[in-house]
């Protein structure tokens, strides 16, 4: 795939040559497809940086995509590309920024003549489309690893474990629970009770927009575990659908605790360890 | 062979298990155990596992083993310590340490043994015809 070391001479010949013409019409393509979104200075600078980068790899000998000397231009590449991937370009308009550059070349190629202008210019757009699908690559890879990133986030975030009271810790779970978070908010919660030495934990499912079999089996997995450890545990937040839900389901939370709110829960354990609630009494003898 | 300590705190008697259990060490567990709750007159075990990596069956079924014996002898067993890790691997292999009671730490257990032996106690006394009458 790579081009021969006198095509690549020619092809910098050829950029080189007439760099300033060049780097206008490229920069005129691209931006005509990103629609202004990119300012035309900044745009102007990344193809500079494309074009040095392949008319310095032209002149020190054959251009290969995959060899070392072609470091340079890999890097102005995956640059380019996870640039356009974190400000939200489409792959489309990511991969046109390379692709314009073929347009620019038939123009050149043409002008130029000579008896091998058709292998020539096939040559380079080979080179071309391989420069394009590496920064596809590059770009999907920047994605990726921004929503691999995300989820990380996300996971962190959603599960907090609070200390409610002294020797009383609770979860507000949000959001669906599949396995992988089921794991990480048992595992934080246990390591929250032997951390805090709390003999009590709240597991609040207000956030839980729905609860099947599955999720039942993680939060009973938690409660156990707990109880191994010499932990009880109190299920609150439970609302109407829910509790409809769990007993359609054939749900069964045997002895474990349910309370409708967090506050009855809280409560609950307090009565447990005989602290004393005030309710307040509707005056009657006004 | 090697044997498990056990100290005596009170009214209650602490093991705290430091070492891989093998058959033998944990038949001389129970036997030394049960002699010294008789021994002693002690009425509640703490078997501490904080130490413990790996619960699997077979430790799984000595401490109850030693719950009931201790229960003969009328002594509460709590076992304390438990890591989260063994907690959650006994509950994804499905046992459970049926007919033991657990606590999070040594602190805690001592609490749950006074409690339930205050129980007992307080038990006793209502359900003794004669407590009442014989001091009026």
Redesign the interface.
Known sequence: MALSAEESGRLAALLGGHAERVTQRWTEIVAGSLRGRLSQAELRRQVQDLHSAIVATGEHGAIDLSAESAAELRAALSDLSRGRARQGFSATETAISVFALKDVLAGLVEEAGGDNALRDYIAFSRLIDEMGLFTFESFVRTRESLIADQAEQLLELSTPVVKLWEGVVAVPLVGTLDSARAQVV??RL??T??DT???YAIIDITGVPAVDTQVAQHIL?TV????????DCIISGIRPQIAQTIVALGIEFGDIATKASLADALRHVLRLNGVETARRQPRRDV | MERVPILKIGDILLVSIQLDMSDQTAVALQEDLAERIVATGCHGVIIDITALDIVDSFVGRMLSTIASISKVLDAETVVVGMRPAVAITLVELGLSLNGIRTALNVERGMELIAAARADELDYQLDDDPDAETATP
Do not use: D, I, T
């Open positions: 048992m595992e246990l390591q009770l032997v030495g709390s003999p997995k156990v575990a707990a109880r191994l450890m010499g932990a």
